[in-house]
């Protein structure tokens, strides 16, 4: 037993590098998956239409842990390597994709019904109707819930700490079963995630009341 | 009982034979783990939306360092794993002298975690009712108890309906993390399954789609419950 000091606070820092990378990687991830699954949400194709549904349906109304152990657990069933590494990235890029899907989903649906049609009128290929006049605008009112929707990754994250993943939670626990401080320990990891979500949720709001402005001129 | 490795080219794929059986035996444990998951999630759901009346009460109507206060802990709240948070009511407080089981533990943590994001929902529910309405139904000569009653509490509730019963669902699948600190819940029934039959990925396959089924079940239920005390027609 020793008392927490300096190295241990810098233990968790550098531990917290991982929670920061896992959240990158999950949105990275989560960001191209939720696209597909967005555009998949609003095609005109029934079959894409409801696999995408059934895809958020159970990635958004099962646990993130249970994803997180399917996925670790599975792998090896399937005659794959896993790290907890991998198996948290993959689980947190599968979740979020849903999500982040769904949120994209309504921002695309909320482009009105004309920009489409004009789109049509043009002649432009589903491609280009999408690239150069729904997506861009869909994009503005996507940002204020995206940006939002980070602050639930880097939490999310904190899971990976169950399966063995040492990012800031699992650092915390193992700290505390060296000195046995809870307080001390939980106090600070607890302020670290703050220090990492906060200035998000606040540009969240922000950018949400800067849209609602230009939205109600 | 082998269930896909009746499947050849399954077989030869995939070097390994499912068995359901030992986690179907365990049934009586599954219900058990579902119950207890639903009681769990109820209990906070009860207890948090008091917190969350508390401090939305607060919000609007207290004195500035009150409202200071309750905004410092929907921030912290919000703005922290739900994990982080359940570790400091199970490691931290019992270290500093409160004494606790993990159900009360887990079920605290629970509650906390809901009245901070239930606080903003229940504030919105409130600021929705036009102060007209009151006067409205004073004009009518309508007692204190029917004002609040039909003209605050039930428009109040159609208002905030959709976000508090996706909340409700957010915070039962939230409620399998408590399982890493062994309150008893569907999750930790698996754990336990998973140490007797070394059947880990069957039983986290049960224990998923159990959890599908139930926010498929209550999504339908709080269907069926708007259908029919909340769908009437207003003016907006």
């Known amino acids: 037993m020793r008392t927490f000091g300096y190295s241990d606070f810098w233990f968790l820092v550098e531990a917290a590098q991982w929670t920061v990378a896992l959240s ?13 699954v967005a555009l998949s949400r609003t095609a005109e194709n029934a079959v894409a239409r409801t696999l995408s549904m059934w895809f958020i349906q159970v990635f958004r109304g099962t646990p993130l842990l249970l994803q997180l152990f399917l996925v670790f657990f599975g792998a090896p069933v399937l005659g794959l390597d896993i790290n907890p590494w991998l198996a948290a990235a993959v689980a947190l890029t599968l979740n979020s994709g849903a999500f982040l899907g769904e949120i994209w989903r309504g921002c695309i649906e909320a482009i009105p019904r004309g920009q489409w049609e004009a789109a049509e009128a043009l002649g432009l290929s589903y491609w280009n109707k999408m690239r150069d006049v729904v997506l861009p605008q869909a ?19 904190s899971l990976a700490a169950i399966i063995g993943f040492t990012e800031l939670t699992r650092a915390g626990q193992i700290i505390n079963n060296a000195t046995f401080q809870p307080m001390v320990v939980f ?9 990492l979500c906060w200035p998000l949720s606040l540009l969240a709001a922000y950018m949400e009341r800067r849209l609602a402005a230009t939205a109600s001129r | 009982m082998l269930l896909p490795s009746a499947i050849p080219w399954f077989r030869n794929k995939v070097n390994y034979s499912f068995q359901f059986g030992p986690v179907f ?22 207890f948090g939306l008091m917190v969350a009346v508390v401090c939305a009460w607060g919000k609007t109507a207290g004195p500035a360092p009150l409202r200071w206060l309750i905004n410092a802990y929907i921030e912290i709240i919000r703005n922290t794993p739900f994990l982080v948070q359940l570790f400091f009511f199970f490691f931290a407080l019992p270290a500093i002298g409160v004494r606790w089981s993990p159900y009360t533990a887990a079920l605290i943590a629970m509650v906390f975690n809901l009245g901070a994001y239930a606080t903003e929902i229940v504030r919105a529910g409130i600021e929705s009712i036009p102060k ?6 004073m004009a009518l000569s309508l007692s204190r108890v029917e004002i609040f009653r039909y003209i605050i509490l039930k428009p109040a509730l159609k208002a905030i309906y959709p976000a508090l019963t996706s909340q409700f669902i957010l915070l039962m699948l939230a409620s399998s993390v408590v399982s890493v600190i062994s309150a008893d819940d569907l999750t930790s029934v698996a754990a336990n399954l998973q140490s007797e039959t070394f059947r880990s990925f069957e039983i986290y396959i049960v224990i998923t789609g159990i959890y599908l089924l139930l926010t498929l079940l209550f999504s339908y239920l709080f269907r069926l419950v708007f259908q029919w005390g909340l769908n009437y027609p207003d003016r907006r």
């Open chain 1, 24 to 36: 990158l990687m999950a949105f990275i991830g989560g960001g191209i998956v939720g696209l597909i």
């Open chain 1, 139 to 157: 994009l503005k009112i996507a940002v204020p819930p995206t940006v939002g929707y980070l602050v639930q990754i880097v939490k999310g994250t």
């Open chain 1, 187 to 195: 106090s600070i990891v607890a302020a670290i995630y703050f220090v």
């Open chain 2, 25 to 46: 035996d365990a049934w009586p444990l599954l219900l058990h783990g579902t119950w207890m998951t639903i009681q769990l999630s109820a209990l906070a759901m009860l």
């Open chain 2, 132 to 137: 007209g309405q009151i006067e409205a139904g």
